[in-house]
């Protein structure tokens, strides 16, 4: 079954404001990633966050992991019209796997 | 330097054909991998090799047969193609996934298959 689940499945918003996305998933992980897909390309790695984190910051982008429920969100502040792409999460489940199982993403529209 | 390389990018063929796609890493990754994403943009791992070992295969027609010559080269091969097997498929590689560290996709630019 699927593990990870985002929402919303689309945002649109203006260029500088906020835009957060969330994802839920249902077993232990070890860690939890998003990627970044344009149109047409492959994901790209943006940031990890491990299961013993609660928070990360990667330039204009924070992570927040909450394992008692859970769920992570993607904040990207100060948006870019550039931005404007799916975003997928991704868990690394415990037992060490191998194996990352992604969400259906969120498609972003960063309006100029 | 294209760091996970895959071809073609495009496939265009008639049911019941057979057709390969082929993927490359030269990120010197020990672990290759093959996902299909549908058309709602759901992505699921389909098979992963590390070191020419198959260590995950998902539950996939035996139609699609993966081959590794050698760690850096994974291929696709898909036999009696189907409607269903539209998608676009990515290969992607990471270091080790069973070592120490997290384990991070390297992803290629994706073969969008199409069977008419």
């Known amino acids: 079954s699927q593990q990870g689940e985002e929402d919303p499945q689309a945002l649109s918003i203006q260029e500088g404001e906020n835009a957060t996305m969330n994802c839920s998933y249902k077993?232990?992980?070890?860690?939890l990633q998003w990627y970044r897909q344009n149109s047409g390309r492959g994901l790209v790695h943006l940031i990890l966050?491990?299961?013993?984190?609660r928070e990360k910051h990667s330039g204009r982008l924070r992570v927040t992991l909450d394992t008692s429920k859970k769920s992570s969100s993607l904040l990207i502040t100060a948006s870019r019209a550039a931005d404007t792409a799916s975003y997928f999460c991704a868990t690394d489940r415990s037992g060490n796997t191998g194996k990352l199982i992604f969400g259906q993403g969120t498609t972003l529209q960063v309006k100029p | 330097d294209t760091a996970v390389s895959q071809t073609p990018k495009y496939l265009v063929t008639q049911m019941g054909n057979d057709k390969s796609i082929k993927c490359e890493q030269n990120?010197?990754?020990?672990?290759m991998y093959w996902y299909k994403q549908d058309s709602k943009k759901f992505l699921k791992i389909m098979f992963s090799?590390?070191?020419?070992?198959?260590?995950i295969n998902e539950t996939v027609p035996n139609r699609f047969s993966p081959k590794s010559p050698d760690k850096a080269h994974l291929n696709l091969h898909i036999n009696s193609l189907e409607l269903g097997d539209s998608a676009v498929y990515f290969c992607a590689s990471s270091r080790n996934p069973q070592g120490a560290g997290a384990n991070v996709l390297t992803f290629g630019a994706g073969s969008r298959l199409t069977v008419l």
């Open positions: 990120l010197g990754h020990d672990t």
């Open positions: 077993t232990s992980i070890n860690n």
């Open positions: 966050i491990r299961s013993n984190e």
């Open positions: 090799y590390n070191n020419k070992e198959l260590i």
